[in-house]
């Protein structure tokens, strides 16, 4: 099994920046990908981005070219990096991993307000 651990959330004003980090832990060599999911209240949970073990992204049409994710290996973190927030990217972003298609772990999610 793989522990994940976010961070970096909080509130910021429309326009601003946050990166998020997820700490993994555990059988890391097993992640074959890992990524981001965010829940607005109210609505369903929706994938933001995802990166493979070879470093391939894929990003949500709704961040793209505002949100960059990546990976440091060294220190088993993900990133996500936040640009020109808007207020609909108000949600609890959660991190996930893969590591086969029937096993996949999740963090315990942190938020992220965005103030107009």
């Known amino acids: 099994q793989v522990q994940l651990v976010e961070s970096g959330g909080g509130l910021v004003q429309a326009g601003g920046s946050l990166r998020l980090s997820c700490a993994a832990s555990?059988?890391?060599?097993?992640?074959?990908?890992m990524g981001w999911y965010r829940q607005a209240p109210g609505k369903q949970r929706e994938w933001v981005a995802s990166i493979a073990s070879g470093g391939s992204t894929n990003y949500a049409d709704s961040v793209k070219g505002r949100f960059t994710i990546s990976r440091d290996n060294s220190k088993n973190t993900m990133y996500l990096q936040m640009n020109s927030l808007k207020p609909e990217d108000t949600a609890v972003y959660y991190c996930y991993d893969v590591r086969t298609p029937l096993a996949r772990d999740w963090g315990q999610g942190t938020q992220v307000t965005v103030s107009s």
């Open positions: 555990g059988s890391i060599f097993s992640i074959n990908v």
